[in-house]
């Protein structure tokens, strides 16, 4: 192999690797996909339940909080403003309303003051608690100032002109608390400032508190769901573990059962099915080998009379050929008839003797290098077809196959055509280059009806040596077209079964009904395929298509054996094959 071909194997391995590894990401992905959704699920609902609770909690904190520092605030202003500003004159002076406000704003609850007054010449004074740089008539909002300085009327639910009135508001990213009211009984009007800064860092602190649970609370869920999924898909992982193994074949699978919940009884519900599974295919394979065994039998019984009958009949064939022989005239029919059922049962029993060795899958190929155009002009000539069919192919075209039953194979597929479609009948060759060494394009077929492996058991013989005249891949295509009608639509996906015939009024026909299902077991058993079409121009075409070379096959299908524990047992003895003269599988 050269340096450019193993770089081009590397290549393709390493796509190939990628390609799976990609495959593995998304079946894991697909595998967990449940576990995800109940992770996903558990955590929106936890998410939604704390923050739920965090945000009540939170609201009612914060209220609680803000109630209690304002009630305080407010009645310690409210306090303070009928002892001391009560107890100024009406007209204060400045000095006094400075005092005043000083001595206010000393209080327990630490805030600023504000007072409002005239003099006794009639002018309005100010009394802040901070000096002319403190709380100043401008840090209040205009609307509590008029509230503060609106005139109640008095009623008897209502006994004084003036009330107190506070409002919330923000100086400087710091939350503070401003309230005024008038005195009672006439006086100066009072304002008050109250930082609720360590309110706020309180509430901070608190919402932090209960981001944090709210955090924990989601890993927790997160947690006990991916616990909770563990123990949920655990045994859904068991069961679709135990249904692939009963899909490959394994039918004594079997789940351990444990508890008493639902999917303990699905896994319940699953051995029975799988016992019965198994139980059912147990019987169909037994009563399948008994018909085999019944076919074989059979046959292998019919040949001790039937060679007597054969020889008996050749006798009378002998004495109808003879002229002024001994048969009356009346009786030649009879023996005529006698004759072709004889030929007929002898086809018949060759080809379910052949048969029963695809089915036992111990039917063996003997590989030789052939030339096809040879092959092909060899049966058409043993069987005087040369003036009723049309050959197109060119010598040197060589294949490592049987034979024997490549020709079993032509002779079908030519004597269908002659039988059904009409002659002329054309056979073209052609040949395709393999993608890979050895790889043809029937490769991945195996076996006969049974499926067993490689189908034709064993290479039998010495054969000719390996290389001589073939290449190692590529395929070799074979093309029969008849001029006849063509095949049915709804006949064309039965024509290879077995006994089929299109018209169920002509159930006795010269062929047996095998030809063609033994001509596709022929081509499984060298890798290969047989497909049926009808040409766009009229007639029916065949298409067999063969590897180039089924040594490779057969040296797999031999390793497969040797693992599977050595090759089974030779059912009907010889080579055995069909007659030759068998060319029809009444397909239409």
């Avoid at 609850?109 to 003099?119: C, G, H, K, N, P």
């Avoid at 209040?140 to 919330?168: F, G």
Wanted: aromatic content about 4%.
């Amino acid at each position: 192999m050269t340096q450019k071909q193993q770089e081009h194997q590397e290549h393709h391995g390493g796509s190939h690797g990628w390609s799976a590894a990609r495959k593995g990401i998304w079946s894991r992905l697909r595998f967990t996909s449940l576990r995800l959704r109940l992770v996903v699920v558990f955590g929106l609902v936890a998410l939604t339940a704390a923050v739920s609770a965090s945000g009540i909690a939170y609201w009612l904190n914060r209220e609680a909080v803000l109630t209690r520092t304002q009630d305080a605030v407010l009645g310690d202003f409210e306090q303070e403003m009928q002892n001391r500003a009560g107890a100024l004159p009406e007209r204060p002076a400045q000095e006094e309303l400075q005092y005043t406000a000083g001595q206010m704003a000393n209080s327990s609850q630490r805030f600023s003051v504000l007072l409002i007054a005239e003099d006794p010449h009639g002018r309005t004074v100010y009394g802040s608690s901070g000096g002319l740089s403190g709380f100043s008539l401008q840090d209040v909002p205009v609307s509590l100032r008029e509230a503060v300085n609106e005139r109640q009327k008095i009623t008897s639910t209502n006994k004084y002109a003036y009330h107190l009135y506070w409002q919330r508001i923000v100086v400087g990213d710091t939350p503070h608390l401003v309230a005024g009211t008038r005195t009672i009984g006439g006086g100066p009007t009072g304002f008050m400032l109250k930082s609720l800064e360590p309110e706020a860092k309180d509430l901070n602190s608190l919402a932090w508190s209960l981001g944090i649970a709210t955090g924990l609370a989601l890993i927790g869920s997160a947690l006990l769901a991916q616990a909770l999924a563990t123990t949920v898909l655990k045994p859904v992982q068991r069961l679709g573990t135990a249904a692939r193994r009963l899909g490959e074949g394994k039918l004594d699978t079997r789940l351990r059962v444990s508890g008493t919940d639902e999917l303990a009884d699905l896994s319940r519900t699953f051995n029975k099915a799988a016992e019965a599974l198994e139980k059912r295919v147990a019987d169909m394979a037994a009563r399948d080998e008994a018909s085999r065994r019944f076919v074989a039998d059979m046959s292998h019984e019919l040949r001790t009379p039937l060679t007597a009958i054969t020889a008996v009949t050749e006798v009378l064939e002998e004495e109808l050929e003879f002229e002024g022989g001994g048969i009356a005239p009346m009786v030649e029919p009879a023996v005529r008839l006698v004759v072709s059922e004889t030929r007929r049962l002898n086809d018949l029993v060759e080809n379910l003797m052949e048969v029963t060795r695809f089915d036992a899958g111990t039917a063996r190929l003997v590989l030789d290098d052939v030339d096809i155009a040879d092959q092909i002009t060899a049966c058409i000539d043993a069987r005087a077809w040369l003036d009723a069919v049309e050959l197109d192919a060119e010598r040197g075209i060589h294949a490592r196959i049987d034979p024997r039953r490549l020709d079993v194979i032509l002779a079908n597929l030519i004597g269908n055509a002659l039988k059904h479609g009409g002659s002329p009948v054309r056979v073209s060759v052609r040949e395709e280059s393999g993608a890979e060494d050895g790889d043809g394009s029937g490769g991945d077929r195996s076996g006969g009806a049974d499926g067993t492996e490689a189908g034709a058991g064993e290479v039998a013989g010495d054969g000719a040596d390996a290389g001589t005249g073939t290449e190692g891949g590529g395929t070799v295509i074979i093309e029969v077209r008849d001029q006849g009608p063509g095949i049915p639509e709804d006949v064309l996906p039965h024509v290879f079964d077995r006994f089929y015939k299109a018209s169920a009024s002509r159930p006795r026909s010269e062929g047996s009904g095998l030809g063609l299902s033994i001509a596709m077991e022929n081509a499984h058993a060298h890798g290969g395929e047989i497909t049926a079409a009808n040409a766009p121009g009229g007639g029916a075409v065949f298409t067999l298509r063969l590897p180039r070379d089924v040594s490779a096959l057969m040296e797999d299908a031999e390793e497969a054996r040797e693992r599977a524990g050595g090759t089974s047992g030779k059912a009907g003895g010889g080579k055995g094959g069909t007659r030759s003269e068998n060319a029809g599988g009444d397909a239409r």
